[in-house]
C-alpha cells in the first residue's frame, strides 16, 4: 500500500507539473496570437513628407556686388591724346591742398594763362598731362611736393568752318570724332541746289593747305569710308 501511496502521489506532482507547463505554453501562444492580430489590424505608420529638393543656391546673388567706380571721364579725357590745349580754351588748374593756387582760367590770345606765385605760362599746344608736369616743376620752389591736376572745363579751340550752298554757314564747336557728314546734319544740310559731290574740304598740313575732296552722295548711302573724320581748323566749302 504504501508503494502504491507514493507512486500515486508522485504521478499526481506529474501531472500538475504537465498541467502548469500546458497554462504557461497556452498563455504564450495567446500573446502571440494577440501581439500579431494588433500588429495587422494597426494602421501602417504615416510616411514621412518627402524633403523638399534643395534649390541651388546662386552665390553672386548672395555675394555683395561690387562696387562700381564713378565714371567721370567726358570726351575729352577719352580723347586726351589728341587734344592738345588751344586760344579760349577754359581750363581747370587744381592743386592739392594749395586752394589759394587752384582756379579756373582762360587761355589768353596770346596762348598765356595766369597763375599765382607763376605768373604768365604759355599753354597752347600742350596736352593736359604735359601742362600738370609743367607746373609740378615750376611749383616745387614754392610748394613741397606739388600734385597738379589740369581739367579741360570748356575746349572753344577746336573749331570747324562750313561755307557755301548750306542752310547754315558759319564756325561751328568740333566734337570729338565727328565726320563732314554729321557736320552737314547739324547745320541743316545742304541747298537744292548745291553740287554734291564737289564739296571739298580745306586743311592744313605741315603749314601747306590741303584740299580733300568729298563724295556726299555715297556717304549718305552709308559708305563709311567716303566720309571724312575733321579736325580743328577744317574749312568744308559746298559749291
Known sequence: MTHLSSASAHNRVA???LGILMVALTATLLALSVKVSVAQTAPPPAEAPAKAPE???DKKKNEPSAAIK????????????AYRIGLDD??????????????????????????????????????PTELQQLLTEK?????????????????????????GNVSKQGTFNLEGGQ?????????????????????????????KQIRI????????????KDDVVLQPGDIIVVP
Request: net charge positive; charged share 20%; aromatic share 6%.
Open 15 to 17: 501531472g500538475l507539473r
Open 55 to 57: 534649390q541651388p543656391t
Open 70 to 81: 564713378p565714371n567721370n571721364t567726358d570726351a575729352v579725357a577719352a580723347d586726351e591724346d
Open 90 to 127: 577754359q581750363l581747370m588748374i587744381s592743386v592739392w591742398r594749395e586752394p589759394e593756387l587752384s582756379l579756373s582760367v582762360v587761355v589768353r590770345p596770346d596762348g598765356m594763362i595766369t597763375l599765382p606765385l607763376l605768373s604768365d605760362v604759355h599753354v597752347v599746344g600742350l596736352k
Open 139 to 163: 611749383l616745387k620752389p614754392f610748394v613741397s611736393e606739388p600734385q597738379v591736376t589740369v581739367i579741360a572745363q570748356g575746349i572753344r579751340s577746336r573749331k570747324v568752318y562750313l561755307v
Open 179 to 207: 565726320t563732314v557728314l554729321q557736320l552737314l546734319a547739324s547745320a541743316g544740310g545742304v541747298n537744292p541746289f548745291a553740287k554734291g559731290d564737289s564739296i571739298y574740304i580745306l586743311r592744313m598740313e605741315n603749314k
Open 213 to 224: 575732296p568729298f563724295q556726299y552722295k555715297k556717304a549718305l548711302k552709308g559708305r563709311t
